[in-house]
């Protein structure tokens, strides 16, 4: 049996034809701070920012995009109260909202929104054991 274990997360790494774009979606939409740009060095595959999303490292790399949409996606805890503010911020940046799925009560809200790159993204309200208190109740109400 092995000694080591996961510790966590460390960290996101999100490809992009963009590098500016995507970090004006992480800073503006999901608050992020940028704490390192390679510039015109490459340490890595090629031109990168670092960006603090809520204590999380977010890597946002240039590259290719993804060829397609999927539900694939990153989840981001926001306050309930903020829902219309977020959602304002991903209008003003011209971002594409996605539907949520629909939803039984108790589950929290969502903003799903894609970038320019195929990424999907969600805002969600809800916690964990929310959900799991709601799934538990059983059928749907």
Do not use: C
Request: glycine share 10%; proline share 2%.
């Amino acid at each position: 049996m092995s000694e080591g274990k996961i510790e966590g997360l460390s960290h996101i790494t999100l490809i992009t034809r963009d590098l500016e774009r995507m970090s004006a979606i992480v800073e503006q939409v999901l608050d992020g701070r940028q704490i390192y740009s390679s510039g015109e060095d490459t340490f890595s595959l090629s031109r990168e920012k670092f960006i603090d999303v809520g204590g999380l490292w977010i890597a946002v790399m240039e590259g290719e995009s993804l060829p397609t949409r999927t539900y694939n996606h990153i989840a981001f805890k926001i306050p309930a109260s903020a829902i219309d503010e977020y959602r304002a911020r991903i209008e003003g940046l011209g971002l594409e909202l996605r539907e949520s799925r629909p939803r039984v009560e108790g589950e929290g809200h969502s903003l799903y929104f894609y970038d320019e790159d195929n990424h999907l993204f969600e805002l969600h309200t809800g916690t964990l054991e929310e959900r799991l208190a709601r799934y538990g109740r059983g059928v749907k109400e």
